[in-house]
């Protein structure tokens, strides 16, 4: 953030006065205001910053640290232990704060004492290349760890939004909305189980220009400095100032900030170890009691009849039964209509892939509704090196041990390509509700978690369709006979198709709730009446050349 590169360490204590930590659990709680009032400035004795409070001159000297540091990694190593054994949980490190207060030193340590194959690094800058062509949180999202492991990050979520802001290319109000929107990312995260743990690292402008001189006066150093770092020391204010806010705003119960003073290196270190070890303990305890008692509630909930994974009363009015089932097209006009489609759609992609403007495909409904057939007759306008069919089925090994998003995050297309999801993350409020291979809590927060994402996809630009493929009872109990008495279809059929149209009430009414919970302006769902397949098809064609239209011209017009 400002002046000495990442992981420097001047001598072997540092320069300047130790400080202590302190961590802010109840400041968001309380709604601080991100700059004082001026009354707090009236006696400069009486008055503290945030990080004036942790700048206390705390030292440990090397024999208790060599004495200290031998039990702690012993203490850490079994416990990375147990998490790799029985921990159902990942761990997300982050270090942030003042260059040169030791965050890459302590990052070092970390990966030292404990076992660094079941620990990833990763150091990030500036987005570029392909990094750029997705959402900014793309790269997060593919480098979290699975279950049982653990990444620490340098220069991640808080980078780029710190940096903006205090260059002043983006203002305040859209600062904070960056800030909103890494909470909704770490509240996903700690909702599904992960131990978030935050350190800011500090230290007095004091320091900072103290080590700048002694870096440049060392032959062997010297290079480490460039100009931007004695800019940046200038405006070590503005730096600090964001600081408190991104402290203020981001400090949560679930995903707390440990503000730790950087000046000498055996505190700091045995310090940010001690957090680290208290912070997985803890959580390897609750997660063991929630496991625990969730499997006795679930006990309790067979016994009751399993009455909570009933979407709700079968029978009740859904959005879908106001859809007109007798929607039809002729052969001929079918005919006609596709050759026509499929050639506009062809022009527009291939308009799309030069502008490089993105676009992503969601099809979901009843068994047997035709996604497959609809997306076949959309590919084959298409070129294959343009686009890519996701097919969506159970989770893998490798998927479960991740946040249920993370598959779908993996996939997102490059800038001009399309993918098209067969089945896609709605499976967390449709089967994964029924079949309750979810909770009732997961379920129900997927709605917001959704929304964050597709918000996100939308926000980079992406064309998001989502289409919900409807038939109605009888039909798929047609089609379904039909694939039975038909040898080269018979495979699509399986005892899970049958078992799932008996379900048929309660999936409606889940499919009701996740449209009406998810349907909105920048990214609706797009009812398809597909009792008759030709007449389906081509109202999914004419809504993607539609959409890729109307996309194509606001591009060319903001150009």
């Not at 953030?1 to 001047?10: E, L, N, T």
């Not at 291979?437 to 996809?457: C, G, M, P, S």
């Not at 919900?468 to 379904?480: A, C, N, V």
Request: aromatic share 10%; charged share 30%.
């Amino acid at each position: 953030m400002i002046g000495v590169p990442r992981g420097v360490q001047v001598g072997a204590r540092g320069i300047g006065p130790a400080q202590n930590m302190i961590c802010y659990s109840a400041i968001n709680a309380v709604g601080c205001p991100t700059r004082p009032p001026e009354w707090l400035h009236t006696d400069q004795q009486a008055s503290q910053t945030m990080f004036q409070t942790v700048e206390l001159g705390q030292e440990v000297s090397k024999q208790e640290y060599k004495k200290r540091e031998r039990a702690l990694r012993k203490q850490l190593l079994d416990l990375q232990r147990e998490l790799r054994l029985d921990g159902k949980f990942p761990v997300l490190v982050d270090f942030a704060g003042v260059s040169g207060a030791g965050k890459g030193t302590s990052t070092n340590l970390l990966n030292k004492w404990m076992d660094t194959r079941w620990i990833s690094t990763h150091g990030y800058t500036q987005p570029a290349g392909f990094e750029l062509e997705r959402p900014e949180f793309w790269r997060f999202w593919r480098d979290l760890p699975p279950r049982g492991q653990i990444a620490i990050n340098l220069s991640g979520r808080y980078s780029r939004p710190l940096l903006d802001y205090v260059f002043e290319r983006i203002s305040q109000d859209t600062f904070l909305q960056n800030l909103e929107r890494i909470n909704h990312f770490e509240k996903a995260l700690a909702d599904d189980g992960a131990l978030v743990l935050k350190f800011w690292m500090h230290i007095s402008q004091e320091v900072q220009k103290t080590r700048l001189e002694t870096l440049e006066n060392d032959p062997l150093h010297k290079w480490q400095i460039s100009p931007d770092d004695w800019r940046n020391l200038k405006i070590y204010d503005r730096f600090i100032d964001a600081a408190e806010q991104i402290i203020t705003h981001t400090n949560t119960g679930h995903a707390p900030w440990a503000v730790v003073e950087g000046g000498d290196f055996y505190y700091r270190s045995l310090r940010v170890g001690d957090l680290f070890r208290e912070a997985l303990e803890l959580h390897l305890k609750k997660a063991a009691l929630q496991k625990k008692y969730l499997d006795e509630l679930n006990t309790e909930i067979e016994e009751l009849g399993d009455l909570s994974k009933a979407p709700s009363n079968g029978a009740a009015k859904t959005i879908l039964d106001g859809l007109d089932g007798t929607l039809e097209l002729s052969k001929s006009s079918y005919r006609a209509k596709l050759e026509r489609r499929q050639a506009t759609l062809a022009r527009l992609h291939q308009q799309a892939v030069k502008n490089r403007l993105s676009t992503i495909l969601v099809f979901e409904g009843s068994d047997a509704a035709g996604k497959g057939g609809s997306i076949r007759q959309m590919t084959h306008a298409l070129d294959a090196r343009t686009y890519k069919v996701q097919p969506i089925a159970a989770p893998n090994d490798e998927e479960n041990a991740h946040h249920y998003l993370w598959r779908f995050w993996r996939h997102l297309p490059r800038a001009g390509r399309m993918t098209i999801f067969d089945r896609s993350w709605y499976g967390r409020v449709l089967v994964e509700r029924i079949e309750g291979f979810a909770t009732v809590d997961e379920w129900r927060r997927a709605y917001a978690e959704i929304n964050e994402f597709e918000d996100q996809l939308v926000e980079h630009g992406i064309v998001l369709l989502k289409f919900w493929l409807h038939i109605d009872s009888e039909e798929q109990l047609r089609r379904f006979k039909a694939r039975e008495e038909t040898p080269h279809k018979r495979w699509k059929l399986t005892e899970e198709d049958w078992r799932n149209h008996k379900k048929s009430p309660d999936y409606r009414i889940a499919a009701h709730e996740m449209i009406q919970q998810t349907s909105r302006q920048d990214a609706p769902w797009v009812l398809v009446e597909s009792n008759d397949k030709l007449y389906g098809r081509i109202k999914i064609l004419d809504t993607v050349c539609g959409a890729l239209e109307t996309a194509l011209t606001r591009q060319a017009n903001n150009a």
